[in-house]
């Protein structure tokens, strides 16, 4: 290790990035950290990369409670020293944990989040240079207070942008609406836009297990879709829902009733399924129109989509916040 390099922690969770083929014909997890490490070409150039393996989960089955432990193991790591953060975990669910880890994280360094789309036995395997580009980003001063960010295939996402678009391309991840903030080419960081972050600071208690966690539902309705969920909802014990409405955010008409009555009992937000652009607020009039329906108590999410707006409603309610703090939060400073 060179004292003259920045020191970069790295918390590796898993993923398809250190999957190989096993008997059955599929890949699985199989590869360590320092494996991981020892199969990029470059890396001891540009950081001492020092790795931790919490856990090994597939990215679909973290939660909350795991997100938790690895905003403080890598707040811990930045109180020791460390200029940067690097997390390694599956694609799958990389735009959730990305959101939900930029909800807890306070500190100036930057937090990147990083993956792979291919495993380390495919041609083409992109692991090697992604976690290249994350080391290059996580230890630039021009990514610090930027909060969590998302590095794969050389670009830069704002957590509260980023999407997964496609199921196998190395180019599944983009940034809905403003694009990438950054490209990393001949190893350094090329600034494109500015971050505005999500709210900040969120937290759950010291040692969160699922239960402290708020239940949240997402109600997605589809063409000629009836109102027997929605009527069953606050029976089942929800603390809140988020409505991925149609269009600029609006829903058949005789689901505007049922949602109202939701509303009077828990917070609901209301998103759009569109992919971009902002839910509207004072265009379309009709009844199950974004009039409406913010007139009967649904919360506007701005551009935050239902995965993460979700999200951010559980962290909200285990503070305890009232309607008035929930509007302010999806109110403020990405989403509109």
């Known amino acids: ?12 969770l898993g993923g398809t990035i250190t999957m190989t083929r096993d008997a059955t014909g599929g890949i699985a997890p199989t590869l360590t950290a320092d494996a991981l490490l020892q199969a990029v070409p470059g890396l001891s150039d540009v950081a001492d ?24 193991a890598a707040a811990a790591a930045v109180a020791q020293g460390a200029t ?3 997390v390694v975990q599956g694609t799958d669910t990389i735009e959730e944990t990305a959101f939900a880890l930029d909800c807890l994280w306070t500190e100036s360094a930057p937090l990147v989040v990083t993956g792979a789309m291919r495993g380390p036995e495919a041609a083409g395997a992109d692991g090697p240079a992604n976690l290249l580009a994350a080391a290059i980003g996580a230890s630039a001063p021009a990514l610090r207070d930027m909060g969590v960010l998302v590095v794969l295939n050389d670009q830069v996402h704002a957590a509260a942008n980023v999407a997964k678009t496609h199921t196998g391309l190395c180019s599944a991840f983009v940034s809905r609406g403003a694009g990438p903030i950054a490209e990393i080419c ?29 239940s949240v539902a997402i109600f997605k309705p589809g063409l000629g879709e009836d109102a027997r969920l929605l009527n069953a909802l606050p029976g089942l014990g929800y603390t809140g829902l988020v409505v991925e409405a149609m269009g600029a955010g609006h829903v058949a008409e005789w689901l505007s009733d049922p949602l109202a009555d939701v509303a009077r009992q828990i917070p609901v937000i209301l998103c759009s399924r569109a992919g971009d652009g902002p839910v509207f607020r004072s265009t379309y009039g009709f009844k199950g129109s ?25 962290f909200l309610l285990a503070q305890g916040a009232d309607r008035t703090r929930i509007a302010q939060a999806f109110g403020s400073g990405s989403r509109r």
């Open 290 to 314: 974004e009039i409406d329906l913010i007139g009967k108590g649904l919360i506007p999410a701005g551009r935050l989509p239902a995965i993460k707006a979700r999200l951010l409603l559980q």
């Open 49 to 72: 990369v020092i790795p931790q393996s919490p856990f090994r989960i597939p990215g679909a089955s973290l939660t909350i409670p795991h997100l938790v432990q690895v905003a403080k």
């Open 84 to 86: 940067g953060v690097i």
């Open 186 to 214: 001949e190893g350094q960081v090329h600034l494109l836009s500015l971050v505005r972050r999500p709210v900040q600071g969120l937290s759950l208690p010291t040692t969160p297990t699922a239960s402290d966690v708020p």
């Open 1 to 12: 290790m060179s004292s003259s390099l920045p020191s970069i922690a790295l918390i590796l």
